[in-house]
């Protein structure tokens, strides 16, 4: 048995265990659209689960890059800047005249070229994802206010406001997009050869590297793929907010890092699942909405939101300490 075969038999049951836990994660759903439910009437209106859902879209979009990158046993902080990054470069391409095409490849390079900027100095330099990412998340929030000061963009392009607004078949255009991007992820993760050096770069990083695996191009690609999802997210969001915000994208990282580890992704690397992402993103977008429909006050949100995710990371901690 080869290296790689040895260090991905200690990685893929992982896959299995996150997979135990859907049970845990879709009673957990249940239960807050049941007790939202109580305690507000307006929560079970079709309209509201459509706002749910559009919300949702552009949040899990951003959870499953990040979900490669915890996958890793890495972090991505930067995220929510490059969101609000990405939206602005496309925003500014439109304000100058461009098409839709210039906008989006923009938006995509942006993306691109900043998750570069995290990989590159994680992998090569030696430095902690935490850090690094802390560091950009400032600097990349502070390339959003260079083009305008500060200032918003309005967006006037009717075909990219009807993504964010447009149903087909009954079902938001941003659903759709969110469903073919998570089929690719999964795909990614686990039908290819890219995903299963990546499960063994987290699970066993020196399995992998006796393996012959470049560690470091992994990890650099996965945070250039973060980088491209975080953009595609923030083209979503400018779209439903018909402008570029300096503001936008704020403490979407805290959902994105939530949703994940909610759905059985390992904060130590070697595990994770995309539809553990996507039933946990769910469980962020009803706390999400079901809060703003209790009128509870932001910082009450976060409260809430972090005690989700010291939960999630408690129950991860036991799960280690249960296989070990």
């Given at each position: 048995?080869?290296?790689?075969a040895?260090?991905?038999n200690?990685?893929?049951?992982?896959?299995?265990?996150?997979g135990?836990?859907?049970?845990?994660?879709?009673?957990?759903?249940?239960?807050?659209?049941?007790?939202?439910?109580?305690?507000s009437?307006?929560?079970?209106?079709?309209?509201?689960?459509?706002?749910?859902?559009?919300?949702?879209?552009?949040?899990?979009?951003?959870?499953?890059?990040?979900?490669?990158?915890?996958?890793?046993?890495?972090?991505?902080?930067?995220?929510?800047?490059?969101?609000?990054?990405?939206?602005?470069?496309?925003?500014q391409?439109?304000?100058?005249?461009?098409?839709?095409?210039?906008?989006?490849?923009?938006?995509?390079?942006?993306?691109?070229?900043?998750?570069?900027?995290?990989?590159v100095?994680?992998?090569?330099?030696?430095?902690?994802?935490?850090?690094v990412?802390?560091?950009?998340?400032?600097?990349?929030?502070?390339?959003?206010?260079?083009?305008?000061?500060?200032?918003?963009?309005?967006?006037?392009?009717?075909?990219?406001?009807?993504m964010g607004?447009?149903?087909?078949?009954?079902?938001?255009?941003?659903?759709?997009?969110?469903?073919?991007?998570?089929?690719?992820?999964?795909?990614?993760?686990?039908?290819?050869?890219?995903?299963?050096?990546?499960y063994?770069?987290?699970?066993?990083?020196?399995?992998?590297?006796?393996?012959?695996?470049?560690?470091?191009?992994?990890?650099?690609?996965?945070?250039?793929?973060?980088?491209?999802l975080?953009?595609?997210?923030?083209?979503?969001l400018?779209?439903?907010?018909?402008?570029?915000?300096?503001?936008?994208g704020?403490?979407?990282?805290?959902?994105a890092?939530?949703?994940?580890?909610?759905?059985?992704?390992?904060?130590?690397?070697?595990?994770?699942?995309?539809?553990g992402?996507?039933l946990?993103?769910?469980?962020?977008?009803?706390?999400?909405?079901g809060?703003?429909?209790l009128?509870?006050?932001?910082?009450?949100?976060l409260?809430?939101?972090?005690?989700?995710?010291?939960?999630?990371?408690?129950?991860?901690?036991?799960a280690?300490?249960a296989?070990?």
């Amino acid at each position: 048995m080869s290296i790689l075969a040895a260090g991905l038999n200690r990685t893929m049951p992982s896959v299995r265990a996150s997979g135990r836990q859907y049970g845990g994660i879709v009673a957990a759903l249940l239960l807050l659209v049941i007790v939202f439910s109580c305690l507000s009437q307006r929560f079970l209106a079709l309209d509201n689960f459509v706002n749910i859902m559009q919300q949702v879209a552009v949040i899990a979009v951003a959870a499953f890059g990040m979900t490669f990158v915890i996958m890793l046993g890495e972090i991505d902080l930067s995220m929510g800047s490059m969101i609000a990054v990405a939206g602005m470069a496309a925003a500014q391409c439109m304000a100058h005249g461009t098409g839709i095409g210039p906008a989006i490849i923009a938006a995509l390079a942006a993306g691109l070229v900043m998750g570069a900027i995290n990989g590159v100095i994680v992998a090569k330099l030696g430095m902690p994802s935490f850090i690094v990412t802390l560091a950009t998340m400032g600097a990349f929030r502070g390339l959003v206010s260079l083009p305008t000061g500060g200032l918003p963009t309005a967006i006037d392009s009717d075909t990219w406001l009807d993504m964010g607004s447009d149903q087909w078949l009954g079902v938001p255009v941003l659903v759709w997009i969110m469903l073919a991007l998570f089929v690719i992820a999964y795909v990614l993760q686990v039908k290819t050869v890219f995903g299963r050096r990546a499960y063994l770069t987290g699970g066993n990083a020196e399995a992998a590297t006796y393996s012959g695996i470049r560690i470091d191009r992994i990890r650099i690609v996965v945070f250039m793929l973060s980088g491209v999802l975080a953009a595609v997210s923030g083209m979503m969001l400018s779209s439903r907010l018909s402008s570029a915000q300096t503001n936008a994208g704020t403490g979407y990282e805290l959902d994105a890092i939530a949703a994940t580890v909610l759905g059985g992704t390992s904060l130590s690397g070697g595990s994770g699942s995309m539809v553990g992402t996507l039933l946990g993103t769910l469980v962020i977008g009803v706390i999400n909405n079901g809060m703003n429909m209790l009128s509870v006050p932001y910082f009450y949100q976060l409260i809430v939101k972090g005690i989700v995710i010291l939960v999630a990371v408690w129950l991860d901690i036991r799960a280690k300490k249960a296989q070990s």
